[in-house]
């Protein structure tokens, strides 16, 4: 059966990736996915080889056939959503153009166009890709500038993942989630074998910690939790630690402030491809799973 382990953070820049990276180089041939769509950056230490490219597309977008607008405004009118511009006067009467990034995808203008001049076609959002990296296959996502539906390009992306891992008989799928608590996380976290939560020693790392604790018991998920460059500060280390047992997750390491990470990700290598004092730390945590 394949196990599912999801990394994740309450907050960015707790080091969330860097540990990905990390049981992607421990980890027996895991399929690994990036559900950080809006911001993935795990290719940049994996250095992905793109086998496969695929179009996403969700929801709908406006758009004016300006050889049948004849200028009446009825799209203008009924626009609550600013997207509707007037684009100057031609042969005496106004033409109209739809801002694709202001446009929500109502679909109101096509209704009351009475010339039915405005086509509703999907929206691209973005691409997925299906890559080859030396620690194994990666499926990740590029969203575009703008874009929507974050959540259901990551169930796509986890989709794809889990069914790599089925046709190959590969045991362990490896996701570095998105930060915060929305949709993209909820989409990440949903049906996963475990969560992990990275955190640091900060006062606003311990509030974000608790939010997303508090996400993983509603939706049911097992969580555990370690504190990244927790010898920065001891005393808030404990505190989020015993936070943590509270809200009933697992505690299973912590992982000291080494410089040898910044150096490791200028070079494009996990952390545990290096030498640094800070590989045995990660290496526990990731026995400690046990997956």
């Not at 180089?25 to 399929?31: G, R, T």
């Not at 996403?56 to 600013?82: K, P, Q, T």
């Not at 986890?158 to 608590?181: F, K």
Request: charged content about 25%; aromatic content about 4%.
């Amino acid at each position: 059966m394949t196990k599912e382990l999801v990394v994740i953070s309450g907050k960015g820049g707790t080091g969330k990736t860097s540990v990905t990276a990390s049981f992607a180089v421990l980890a027996n041939s895991p399929v690994i996915c990036d559900c950080d769509v809006d911001a993935a950056d795990l290719h940049l230490i994996l250095s992905p080889r793109v086998n496969e490219r695929h179009e996403f597309r969700s929801g709908h977008e406006a758009v004016i056939r300006m050889a049948d607008c004849i200028g009446c405004g009825a799209c203008l009118a009924h626009c609550r959503f600013g997207a509707v511009r007037m684009n100057g006067k031609a042969a005496g009467e106004a033409t109209f153009v739809i801002d694709p990034v202001s446009c929500e995808g109502c679909g109101v203008c096509v209704r009351f166009c009475p010339e039915q001049a405005i086509d509703f076609p999907e929206r691209l959002c973005g691409e997925w890709m299906i890559s080859e990296t030396r620690c194994g296959p990666m499926i990740h996502a590029r969203l575009g500038v703008a874009a929507e539906n974050s959540g259901k390009l990551v169930s796509t992306v986890r989709r794809e993942a889990r069914r790599i891992a089925e046709e190959q008989g590969r045991s362990v799928v490896l996701a570095d989630g998105p930060p915060g608590i929305g949709c993209p996380v909820i989409a990440s976290v949903t049906g996963a074998t475990l969560v992990l939560v990275v955190t640091e020693p900060t006062v606003s790392g311990e509030h974000d910690l608790e939010r997303v604790l508090s996400l993983a018991r509603h939706f049911a998920i097992p969580a555990a939790v370690c504190v990244n460059k927790w010898d920065l500060n001891p005393e808030m280390t404990e505190r989020i630690e015993n936070r943590a047992r509270q809200a009933g997750a697992r505690v299973t390491g912590r992982i000291r402030y080494d410089r040898a990470v910044t150096l490791a990700q200028m070079q494009g290598r996990a952390v545990v491809e290096t030498e640094a004092p800070c590989v045995e730390d990660i290496q526990h945590i990731w026995d400690h799973l046990g997956l």
